[in-house]
């Protein structure tokens, strides 16, 4: 092998382009196997962000089933996920653009089976003995006022003019899940109000459906205000499972005979935060058998368990991060990456222990010496605690630092802000590490994968315990000698975004940052957003009004006087949760601060970038700004990002 190159952090020259990452990666997820066949989305950055639903029949062949124009996504409290579903080949689905529902037989064009209201729908299961869907519905017919969330029919052959389904579950402010029986006489369902939301505390409810198809008898299961129900799920015999994390941690559950008890108990979370409908974390191959996803220490594992002993076994895979679990036989279909390998959708035949990938996220082919590993830290922070994170040094078979020279640090702040940064290969993080910058990717307070209690560190201290973890987390590294404690830099998305803006706004310890549709004034977040986050603030700062004084604290847009920081701001012009005006109003402060700042719209961008030409210009972008900064030269040419106030 030829010798490294000494050369400054930052410049190193690396084949992980933008260019790849945008054309060459794709999005993939919701598995859903139907017979012999799966189906799957892919979200495709080259065809501007488009779902597209794909088959893949028992010979193997890889088909597209939804066609240009057609989007199958769902805005039903604006994530979305359970899109689509299928019986007997023919597909129902909700499209973006009008969030109507539509019916594709094979081999024919979609046709419309609800009106064209104001309602979306989202996660579906069929009601057999009535020939319709039911399913997840939000109107927002009533101008002016909070969209209403309800469970209804749809019938399959469609609805008439000016009727969205039949409500078959109301009063509550948000449902999901619902779910037949195997034998089609119950409906199980997930809800919960305002201001929680499904990771803080949901119910699981079971109703009786009538031969009319309206809902009787109904009773709670499970669940309460403070504790969290995920993916209430029928057995092959008729016990309902479920997830609680009544004991701190997210266990499964059944109900048997009228009383709860427990499958499992581990300190381990058999769950994921409910963002997206569609979430799931369990099947049953059989009557008598259970195949699981579980989490510890931000690494996730596959198991079996037996039902009638209630013993867990795991199954070995190469993945250390495994998500979207569907069981269909003997197979089993998840999604699963691992640090060398990036997100691929799998399946795993429980007879034979053969794996084969369906779908691989990224067609491109990476040399390992262009790779760095994930090193799991664990570091003080405020008030005696510990947080985590996933550290990655600078690597590039081709180059070394210069002697002397400790690397820049970029931290990473993830979104939700119940989120969980895993060890899984992220060619975004390898595009910073393959040129020199190192990666701190942090898993602060309120992150999920640690318990409730971890989740719960956030409440109220938003702002505060993120900001925290961040800088503790950035501290250890400089102290460790790992990297250059005067080129700190920070970056976030969406929750991640708040976090760098407090944290370039409220300490002083980052010289740098990005901030990707953040936020920079809670009051105008808490007034401006959308139903599912409407009330989200009440437990991480304070219930508002009354909190008033607290969200004004906490926004960065009132502290302009106290910043000194570059930064840039990137933010999609169609986001509906976190609307531009919070990037603008920040681009102005700062600007008229004089403080070196860039601001990079993107038309037609929602909350997440989907499109490849925006995702190749965000990742480039942050890299210029950054080496305006910090004064290291680029081994590759960006077009410039204009920033303001930079001699």
């Not at 962000?49 to 939804?66: A, C, E, F, I, N």
């Not at 969330?149 to 609805?159: Q, W």
Request: net charge negative; aromatic share 12%.
């Amino acid at each position: 092998m030829a010798s490294r190159q000494a050369a400054p952090f930052g410049s190193w020259k690396s084949p992980i382009s933008s260019d790849l990452i945008a054309a060459e990666t794709i999005g993939a997820g919701a598995i859903t196997p139907v017979g012999k066949d799966v189906y799957w989305l892919e979200i495709r950055p080259m065809e501007a962000g488009r779902y597209v639903l794909v088959k893949r029949s028992q010979d193997g062949t890889v088909t597209d089933v939804t066609s240009p124009p057609f989007n199958v996504r769902t805005r039903v409290h604006e994530y979305g996920g359970g899109a689509f579903t299928i019986l007997d080949g023919t597909v129902y689905f909700s499209n973006f653009s009008d969030q109507r529902l539509y019916r594709q037989n094979p081999g024919s064009e979609p046709q419309a089976i609800t009106p064209e209201e104001a309602y979306r729908y989202a996660d579906f299961t069929f009601d057999s003995r009535l020939n319709r869907l039911i399913c997840v519905r939000e109107d927002h017919t009533q101008t002016g006022q909070e969209a209403e969330n309800t469970i209804v029919g749809v019938f399959l052959d469609g609805e008439l003019p000016g009727e969205g389904g039949t409500i078959l579950v109301s009063g509550n402010n948000f449902y999901s899940n619902p779910r037949i029986s195997p034998d089609g006489s119950h409906l199980s369902w997930l809800t919960w109000n305002h201001p929680n939301m499904p990771w803080d505390g949901t119910e699981v409810w079971v109703g009786e459906l009538d031969a009319d198809g309206s809902i009787s008898n109904r009773q709670k299961v499970a669940g309460g205000i403070d504790e969290s129900i995920f993916q209430p799920e029928w057995s092959p015999d008729g016990i309902l499972y479920f997830v609680s994390d009544r004991t701190g941690w997210w266990n499964l559950y059944r109900w048997l005979d009228g009383q709860v008890e427990a499958v499992y108990p581990m300190e381990a979370e058999f769950a994921f935060p409910q963002w997206v409908f569609g979430s799931s974390a369990f099947g049953f191959p059989s009557k008598d058998r259970l195949i699981c996803i579980y989490t510890q220490n931000c690494t996730s594992f596959l198991a079996s368990i037996n039902l009638a002993e209630r013993t867990l076994q795991k199954i070995e895979t190469p993945y250390t991060s495994l998500w979207g679990l569907r069981v269909n036989g003997e197979n089993v279909y998840f999604a699963a990456a691992s640090p060398t390998q990036e997100a691929a959708l799998i399946q795993l035949n429980l007879s034979t222990g053969s794996l084969e990938i369906l779908k691989r996220t990224s067609s491109l082919t990476i040399d390992p010496g262009y790779l760095s590993l994930p090193e799991t830290v664990e570091f003080p922070t405020e008030d005696s605690k510990t947080a985590f994170g996933n550290y990655y040094a600078p690597q590039n078979r081709d180059f070394i630092g210069l002697v002397g020279e400790k690397p820049p640090l970029l931290v990473m702040s993830h979104g939700g802000p119940t989120s969980a940064s895993d060890t899984s290969l992220n060619l975004e993080v390898q595009y910073w590490t393959s040129r020199g910058i190192a990666v701190l990717d942090v898993n602060y307070g309120g992150s999920t994968g640690y318990g409730r209690a971890y989740r719960q560190r956030l409440n109220g201290q938003w702002g505060v315990v993120d900001v925290d973890d961040c800088v503790n987390g950035a501290i250890y590294l400089v102290r460790h000698g790992a990297v250059d404690e005067k080129r700190l830099a920070i970056t976030g998305g969406s929750a991640g975004g708040y976090t760098t803006l407090c944290a370039l706004t409220f300490r002083n310890t980052f010289m740098a940052g990005a901030s990707h549709y953040g936020i920079g004034d809670l009051e105008t977040f808490v007034i401006d957003t959308h139903k599912f986050e409407s009330r989200y603030l009440d437990r991480l700062v304070g219930p508002y009004p009354e909190f008033k004084a607290v969200y004004q604290a906490r926004s960065p847009i009132q502290y302009i006087d106290q910043l000194s920081t570059p930064m840039i701001l990137l933010q999609g012009l169609d986001d509906k949760i976190v609307p531009p005006n919070q990037a603008e109003m920040m681009f102005a402060a700062v600007k008229a601060k004089g403080i070196p700042v860039a601001y990079l719209p993107f038309e037609g961008e929602q909350h997440g970038f989907r499109q490849a030409k925006n995702i190749k210009r965000a990742l480039d972008a942050e890299l210029y700004f950054y080496s305006r900064i910090f004064g290291f030269d680029l081994a590759d040419p960006i077009d410039p990002v204009e920033i303001v106030n930079l001699d």
